[in-house]
């Protein structure tokens, strides 16, 4: 049966019962194997709107999110995404849907997430740490396109804050981490000490950002450098995998691609992936890896977007 065409929405185990009827039991399913390869301080973005169909009653992305808790992962948080160019439904009994769910689940609680990756900018044009309310317009179809195509605006922060844009250990696979300094408000005439040095903010991101300091100033982060975060005594990196499970027209792929990491797709359908997927990645020009190198058959899995 394919993903999405089941007779009912959940069978009322949440996935537990794996009852090969409903949708939530075929979630859990697969994110179970993608809990499996996930490495450890990986996460995975979902991206599922609702339906209403044949008098379902709604609440389907709660309904996976609770089934996928119960199955072991870490619900993180609900991120909505408001598509303000949303085709309106032809519906009179209810609000027109303008918004999906993107849920952000872990493996565990020690799982890596740049937040200085992702920040934006404020009212006043200062960065801040990125809100659970993304505003993006949905993507305009090209030819032949998968019916469910999103922007790859809205993939971009998913990968950025759950990968290392430096790369990972070329033998453990552990994410690198930023080293960020504080400009503005703090002195910063001292040499770098990662273990002691008070002007540095070791939270393991930065790239560039605004933090109020005690004296009410305003203190500028900008990344100096990544350091390691495991034992390895090798200084080679590979880029970081981006593993997409429902891969459909390539978006998640191509947009990893883009940003210089490692894209892996998968899907049921064949002519998907022939006809659409496989042609637009390879045409997708790949983001600078100058500073990684891949090992084959050593990579690892830390993070999965899913459409």
Known sequence: MQIGAEPQADCGTRGQAQCGQCFCCAMVSVFREVHRVLRDDGTLWLNLGDTFADGGQGMVPELVALALR?????????????????????????CVKSHEHIFLLAKSKDYYYDHVGVQEPNADDKLVNKRDVWVVPTSARYP??????????LIEPCIL??????????????????????????????????NRDRSFDWSRNGK?????????????????GWQRTCGCKTDEVTPAVVLDPFVGSGTTVVTALELGRIGVGIDLSESYLRDIAMPRIGATRVGDTSKTRAVPGAAPLPVGVVD
Not at 144 to 153: E, L, P, V
Not at 210 to 221: C, E, F, H, P, Y
């Open 70 to 94: 119960e199955d072991g992962w870490l619900l993180r948080q609900d991120i909505i995404w408001y598509a303000p160019n949303k085709i309106p439904e032809p519906v009179t009994d209810r």
């Open 144 to 153: 032949g396109s998968h019916s469910a195509t999103f922007s790859q605006r």
């Open 161 to 194: 804050a759950g990968t290392s844009e430096h790369g990972c250990c070329a033998e453990c696979g552990r994410p690198y981490e930023r080293l960020v300094v504080r400009i503005g408000g703090v002195t910063t005439d001292k040499q770098v000490d990662t």
């Open 208 to 224: 560039a950002g605004t933090r109020s300091t005690l004296d009410g100033t305003i203190a500028v982060k900008e990344t100096v």
